[in-house]
């Protein structure tokens, strides 16, 4: 009785807090549990005009649609495209958060540490529809940037950023990196924020430059983060690389004309699914990407393990 009074009391005394959990446990059983049941049209032969009661009463089909997938002629270019777009965006925008967050921690000018900082994540908030405005504006053939270099003599005939299939994976980096660095950078930099000065004032007596001091106490200090963020990222994979940004971008930049670099997994599943109406199809080709993206996952969590000693779980 006494222990379940003093729970009770704590309850009390942390009531504002609890409300907030359970708002993210609702959110989680609503928005992630729930819809856990649609797997089930993956197997099934499912119409929309059965309603929710087709879920679970259309014909069983087991692994047809599966099996349609891995033998549809465009799979080979779907997986070659989200792989090579996360993997870009692994190698090119990973390390620069880190790095920025470095930069950003040793800069002694409070005020143009904050403007900094601020400028740099304030492109998170702006959404992809308004920045594929932007690119439209920028980067067609008779956008700006064109306008400007024709102008100089930099070029003779204007640049197809935004039709050309070579020039869309760089597009998509860039972008991808101009917008989320900032915002990955605050993660990082709130770790080495956390980090004793102790440590660096008794490097300081040793004689430890700066990069010394990064290399030896500040990236040490910061290997979990580092290591937790790369095994989200890893998991990621077949989901939109770091920022989960690859269907917004390639859903939105991606046209006819660069459609062999620009077509992913999940735009290919938003076109069958709601374009054409084959939601079993669709389901059974997303369940497919959320089964890789766990495999990967455990693999980089054990590899991280291993070689880093630090590991998500």
Aim: aromatic share 14%; hydrophobic share 50%; proline share 2%.
């Amino acid at each position: 009785m006494v222990r379940k009074k003093s729970l009770w009391k704590r309850l009390k005394k942390q009531g504002a807090m609890q409300l907030f959990v359970l708002a993210g446990i609702f959110y989680l059983i609503i928005f992630n549990l729930i819809p856990m049941f649609g797997i089930l049209m993956g197997f099934k032969d499912y119409s929309i005009s059965t309603g929710i009661r087709g879920i679970f009463t259309s014909e069983w089909v087991g692994l047809k649609y599966f099996k349609e997938f891995i033998t549809d002629y465009k799979f080979g270019m779907l997986v070659r495209n989200t792989v090579a777009l996360s993997v870009l965006k692994l190698i090119f925008t990973f390390p620069l958060p880190i790095l920025f967050a470095l930069m950003i921690n040793e800069i002694k000018n409070l005020k143009f540490k904050r403007v900094l900082q601020t400028c740099s994540y304030l492109p998170h908030f702006i959404s992809w529809v308004i920045i594929s405005s932007i690119s439209y504006q920028f980067l067609s053939q008779s956008g700006i940037i064109n306008t400007l270099f024709q102008k100089f003599h930099l070029i003779s005939k204007p640049i197809k950023f935004l039709t050309d299939a070579d020039l869309f994976w760089g597009l998509a980096v860039s972008l991808d990196i101009w917008k989320e660095m900032g915002w990955w950078t605050i993660i990082f930099l709130a770790a080495i924020v956390g980090i004793s000065q102790e440590y660096y004032e008794a490097a300081q007596i040793d004689g430890a430059t700066r990069l010394q001091r990064i290399r030896y106490i500040t990236l040490p200090c910061i290997k979990g983060t580092i290591v937790v963020v790369l095994i989200m990222t890893m998991g990621n994979l077949f989901g939109g690389g770091l920022s989960g940004s690859n269907f917004e971008q390639c859903y939105l930049l991606g046209n006819n004309v660069n459609a062999d670099t620009s077509s992913i997994i999940q735009t290919y599943v938003f076109d069958v699914g709601l374009a054409q109406g084959r939601y079993s199809y669709a389901t059974a080709v997303g369940l497919i990407q959320s089964v890789i993206s766990l495999i990967l996952i455990f693999i980089s969590n054990c590899v991280s393990k291993k070689t880093a000693g630090a590991g998500l779980f």
